[in-house]
């Protein structure tokens, strides 16, 4: 090891909640966690906008936001300006990562199932991302023979750390009872091959950060939430259900054992973190908005639309990924532009669209739209539907790409791309989003214990990560170190500092990855299944 300080792990827990996770601390199913934040700090940590997964993970490995690292759904424009979408990859990441930050300090690293770190970028240490499949994940890592390396750990189920896309689909087209125990059960083992990878690596070759991601509590969270919140549970459960709540209570039990064999691997002078990318939530209604801006007079359907009742919740992925054909383009002026983003982009003639409206009307229509979806209300409860707008100035930058409008939704939910007679129907069955407060707890060396911080921003999470690793924080870092979590002595001994500025821009990733056409129609139907395209 090129350098001797103290390990620091970072167990990524995507989607985790403290609406889920207290109570299930609180009923000992989880002893671990409920051990780790006595013994640290703990906080709500509050994600991006919006709080979809690749951007925050984005911004927690690159200490930057969504308008600086150019990461902003899981879609991007096929070409500027177009309606057609592609995967992000690490070829728009306009940041540089921590790992390769650590690496210029002398740091090795280890991340492990991060999205949008595919194709790889070189690093002192070992990269497997996330969201790729089997067919590509082999050279997805970095280094380039890293399978090869993993191969060889006993009982290892290599393949399955890959995203199978196939099974997803079809475990979400309808979930009962012998289907719902094999999907968590798939999802524990799961995450069980992870933290083997990650066994394996601290023993063969130690690194200084090491940083995994498990997902199945997003995964689950999106299909189970009613059975895992007790506002919701507490209020009488069918005996099926019951049946799936305990398998589910088992796999937390399981997770909480992998957090751990984690923590134990940082050793007792190393610090470690548990950060998620968003929190999650309740959602019982769906949002029609394409169908809002028809009705405003902003958007036309083609003939080719889908109606929602046509197409009995099922959309030809065909259509979604080809959503330009949905609309009639000489008389839309504003729509969707992704079924994952709440982002509207409003057609401005001469800049991304042969037809819409005129540059100089653009404040105005803007300003418009914006008003008119603020006073949209409920039908069934009256209350305030948008909750939350912001313009591409205000939440991006400016940024070209970014949507011209971010909605925050009152229940948090994403919208529906769909047509529909009505804009707000309730779900057949409530589901759960992605809410802005995810979590942060922290324990080590230079660790408060038992204290809760006021809420901290994901922002902070890459300074607190290079604080741990004795290293200052780059000048261009948006966030800080939460000074409050740290002994005083501590502080004392070692204050935060600043440093110079990353380098910006990685370009590194010569070896192109491209998805495929069959890759990109596998991922729209998992999304679709976890609750962005119904
Ligand atoms: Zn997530």
Known sequence: MANQTPATMVIGLDGATYSILDPLMESGHMPYLRQFSAEGVRAELESTIPPITPPAWTTI?????????????????????????????????????????????????????????????????????????????????YPRDLMDTLKTIPGFDLKIIAHDFGLEEKVLAGCAFEEAESWINYHTYKDQQWVKVLEFLSGYDPCHVNALVLDSIDRLQHVFYRLLDPAFYGKGLSEADKQIQSILFTHYRALDNMIARLAEIAGPEGHV????????????????????????????????????????????????????????WQHTIAYVNTPSSNGITINVRGKNSRYGILPEEYDRVRNQLRDQLMALKHPDTGQQVVTGIWTREEAFGGLEAAPDLTLRLWDNGLVSTLKSDEIIKPRRECAGVHYPDGVFMARGPAIRSGVRLDPLNILDVAPSILYAQ?????????????????????????????????????????????????????????????????
């Not at 990859?89 to 280890?110: D, G, N, V």
């Not at 009995?312 to 080809?322: F, I, R, Y």
């Not at 170190?481 to 001994?493: D, F, K, N, S």
Request: glycine share 8%.
């Open 61 to 141: 490995m690159t200490g930057r936001s969504p308008a600086n690292h150019g990461i902003l759904d899981f879609f991007r424009p096929e070409a500027p300006g177009s309606q057609f979408l592609r995967f992000v990859s690490t070829k728009q990441l306009q940041c540089e990562t921590i790992w390769s930050y650590l690496t210029r300090r002398q740091r090795t690293a280890a991340c492990l199932n991060f999205p949008v770190m595919s194709p790889p970028i070189p690093i002192s240490g070992y990269s497997i991302p996330g969201f790729v499949t089997w067919r590509h994940l082999r050279h997805a890592c």
């Open 273 to 328: 973190f548990i950060v998620s990318d968003h929190g999650f939530g309740p959602s019982q209604y769906c949002f029609y908005l394409n169908s809002l801006l028809e009705q405003l007079g902003y958007l036309s359907w083609s003939d080719r639309a889908i109606s929602e009742s046509e197409s009995a919740g099922d959309v030809s992925m065909e259509a979604v990924k080809n959503h330009g054909h949905l609309l009639d």
């Open 470 to 534: 004795g290293l200052a924080i780059p000048e261009d870092y948006e966030g800080g170190v939460p000074e409050e979590m740290i002994e005083p002595e501590a502080l004392a001994a070692n204050p935060v500092l600043r440093g110079t500025a990353t380098q910006g821009a990685q370009k590194q990733a010569a070896d192109a990855l491209e998805m495929d056409e069959a890759d990109m129609e596998l991922i729209m139907k998992r999304l679709k299944g976890l609750g962005y395209m119904s």
